[in-house]
């Protein structure tokens, strides 16, 4: 019996022993567990997953320079601060800086975002002002709070990429001084389209600077029409024309020689154009948007309507930015309105 207790007592000590070993491993692997999943939320990005560590830095830096083709004048700290008033909010130091340098424009050459294992093209920056601009920041985000105000709140779209996705930047609340890209969720219509019925904010960077800093330069195909538009003469026209080739071809961006020409402010090349018969649709708009005012009355003498509507039902004198802005800014859009009114512009 002595002997029987004594089995006993060792044999339930060794349960007890393996019970707390079991209690102790189970803990541990449950820390860990907990450890893995809480380290996957904090990086796990809104939509699917893609590392958004990669543009990390320790500190901000000049944002790199960008050129655009038809540079528009920069802003100044004024026209800025007016901006930030509208919004109630503050822009980065970084991203102001580089509105000081640059408002907006089609990057040239092209600009890549290596990102979630692609190259994805930002086409082009969004302007400022003028503030009426189709394709400028407040347009853009109108268009977004109207899918999803309280997402967008708080994020400014500064670009825009090859599929139509914006990249956006935060500036208000924890995120403030953040990058985003905006990811869609869609519905197919009736007819096919694909209509954006939501937005969701994915990080991308910890800054601006940080953004910029990872762009990659996309080396620029040649485009013959793009050259003849921007640097070539009458001479270099007719050749071309004498090959066979359409006054009317498009190249890069689907525009055409003349419209380059207008972009570029290469008069000797509108005026060959001309010469030659080209097409004067849409040119005076063009000669808006690239405020190339002192073009506008050369391109109405030759033809051109001064009230040609556009795609969207909007006449050239709509795209004048606005009149009652300070500084230099505002009295180049006065003079604007002025030329296009003195010859018959309404809108």
Not at 152 to 163: E, K, Q, R, V, Y
Not at 206 to 223: A, G, K
């Amino acid at each position: 019996m002595d002997n029987y207790e004594a089995s006993k007592k060792i044999v339930g000590g060794h349960a007890r022993i393996y019970f707390i070993i079991t209690i102790f491993v189970a803990i541990v692997v449950a820390l860990l567990i907990a450890t893995y999943f809480l380290g996957c939320l904090k990086n796990k990005p809104l939509v699917y997953p893609v590392k958004t560590d990669i543009f990390v830095k320790e500190n901000l830096t000049v944002p790199k320079n960008i050129h655009f083709e038809s540079p528009r004048p920069p802003l100044t700290l004024e026209e800025i601060s007016i901006f930030e008033k509208e919004i109630r909010g503050q822009l980065p130091d970084d991203y102001k800086q580089f509105l000081s340098l640059h408002n907006g424009g089609i990057c040239d050459p092209e600009q890549g975002l290596p990102w979630a294992g692609d190259i994805h093209k930002v086409l082009s920056f969004l302007p400022l002002l003028p503030a009426n601009e189709y394709s400028g920041i407040r347009n853009s985000l109108f268009h977004l709070r109207e899918l999803n105000p309280v997402k967008i709140d708080g994020f400014l779209p500064i670009a825009i990429t090859d599929s139509e996705c914006q990249i956006c930047i935060a500036y208000r609340g924890s995120n403030a001084g953040k990058v985003f890209f905006t990811a869609y969720k869609y519905k197919i219509a009736d007819n096919d389209d694909m209509i954006p019925i939501d937005v969701t904010m994915v990080p991308l960077a910890d800054s601006f600077t940080d953004f910029l800093d990872h762009l990659v330069e996309i080396p620029n195909p040649y485009c013959r029409i793009e050259e003849l538009g921007k640097h070539g003469t009458a001479d270099d026209l007719a050749q071309y024309l004498a090959e066979g080739n359409s006054i009317e071809a498009m190249g890069k961006h689907d525009m055409t020689i003349l419209s380059r020409a207008i972009a570029f402010d290469n008069s000797d090349m509108i005026q060959a154009c001309i010469e030659h018969g080209a097409s004067l649709s849409g040119s005076i708009v063009t000669a808006v948007e690239n405020e190339h005012v002192h073009l506008i009355e050369m391109l109405v003498k030759a033809g051109a309507d001064i009230n040609e509507r556009d795609e969207w039902g909007n006449a050239p004198l709509y795209y004048v930015g606005g009149t009652a802005l300070p500084g230099d800014e505002g009295k180049q859009n006065r003079a604007m309105q002025s030329v296009l009114i003195k010859l018959g512009a309404i809108e």
